[in-house]
């Protein structure tokens, strides 16, 4: 056995934690060992150290002061599901909707790629909090990494350093030593060789823990995110009674100051990012509606002692999709890019600035590989690349997205990318059609994964890549809410993205998706009546404000109307996704599509 490096650095006396580090170097042989405390200055010496070994590129430092570029691996741009596995002792218990693998042979796998991998490397050892560090609702976990990259971008979209560290043994006292002392969740990362074929995500809740080799991307290298704050989240939700969710948080103040928090789960890439800081359209912003951004991406919500639901942001940044992002779009993400914001496979300007499709006119220079800009090529800006930036640095982040016990959630929006037969927005009856229409939704895949893009698949509360366990037992578990003293929010289904027969969307999407949300806060309150059809309440069309979108015979016939002929074989085929799961689905779910199904026939 090769010696341990010298680790004389550790700041902590948490014995599970100095063990488990020891352990990790003990198998990968790092050069070094470098505990981040999440301060400037180690923040100023990394991107000093990307910078002289060309990870980062500094950018127009007049334009975007303190931002940098950096160009991927090209083979390494998207989250990999064929990849990604959930390692749980009963493969039952991953469900269909996960790749599994048994945790022995998943960690002989692992254990064999990490090998030896940080040779001649820093192992980075991150301890994080995923949401206010002061919260009851938050999670704390620990990523060990050998990438800088990974540091930098830990640091902007999670609570890492010191604050987090001192958390970590605070709970790691008061739950003694054992596998799971102090519940921080392990990550293990490496870039290894950003080998595709030599690239896997592991996941095992059970041991609440994970490994993540091959990729230096995102959702496959920031551990914090997807597979901390929901794979595993998720399952420690269901043990815990809460909800983790890939969904967006956003506060609507009307002229009345009063504000209603929604949460909204769409797939990836389909708009989170910009309804979370979306501008009202002019008529409202002159009545005096507001909106405050609280989160863009996840949401862990549990009941409060009033039996509503209360919501926090695990996140601290936002790692969005930066094309199709411009002043028209989503103003607020643009200014809150203006500065220290990391950059990831955009293209760049003459003079040196980010650029990416949709941005603006004007003609790149170079594309995401550093290429002159060439059209033959393709996009300039590869059509996931991303820009990581603090949430503080946006105008509308909201001043409650720090409170500790989280917002309460006046309503729950579903939505898919769905351009034909699903309208513009319906109300779903009660909890149990609701927990159906999420349960069903479908969408058209994104660039955010790899794999064709525009393929109709179901996405499930948009948790088909994130959710920790088998799905019926995740359905069971959002069904499991509705008890005596709950008061749930509402739950809406909606798309922005149906298309007209010339294949051009119908509704005009952006700020005017505020004239949808008014309509549901209205519904929330019991001020408007709705038309109730087998699938759900449709708005009439005069209680929608529309002043000033202009809608075609056709726009109002398929946003507002609904195809019972088309519905039904919609509701066959969601039949046929819940047998997928076989018994374990449950019953009440498949009672409520036989419900429809029979009101439909
Ligand atoms: C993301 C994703 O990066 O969903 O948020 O892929
Ligand atoms: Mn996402």
Redesign the pocket.
Known sequence: MNALPKDESSPTTLDALNAWVADVARLTQPARIQWCDGSDTEYAELIAQMQADGTLLPLNADTHPGSWLHRSDPDDV??VEHLTFVCTSDQDDAGPNNHWMSPADAHAKMDGLFEDCMRGRTLYVVPYCMGPIESPLARCGVEITDSPYVVANMRIMTRMGAAALARIEREGRLHGSGLQNGRFVRGLHSIGELDPDRRFIMHFPEELTINSYGSGY??NALLG??CHALRIASHQARKEGWLAE?MLIVGIENPQGDIHYIAAAF???CG?TNLAMLIPPKSYREQGWKVWTVGD?ICWMRPGADGRLYAINPEAGF?G?APGTSAQSNPNALESVRSNTIFTNVGVTDDNQPWWEGLDDRVPAKDWQGRPYDKANGPAAHPNS?FTVSAKRCPSYSPHAEDPQGVPISAIVFGGRRASLVPLVFEARDWTHGVLVGASMGSETTA??TGAVGVMRRDPMAMK??CGYNFADYFAHWLSFDKPGANLPKIFHVNWFRKGDDGKFLWPGFGDNLRVIEWMIRRVKGEVDAIDTQIGALPRIEDLTLDCVVLSEEARAKLFGFDAEGWRAEIDGIADYLDEYGDRMPQKLKGEQQRIAAALS
């Open positions: 998207a989250r995102g959702g995110k997807k890939h797939p990836s890439a989170k991406d790692f999709v991303r955010a994964a890549p994130f």
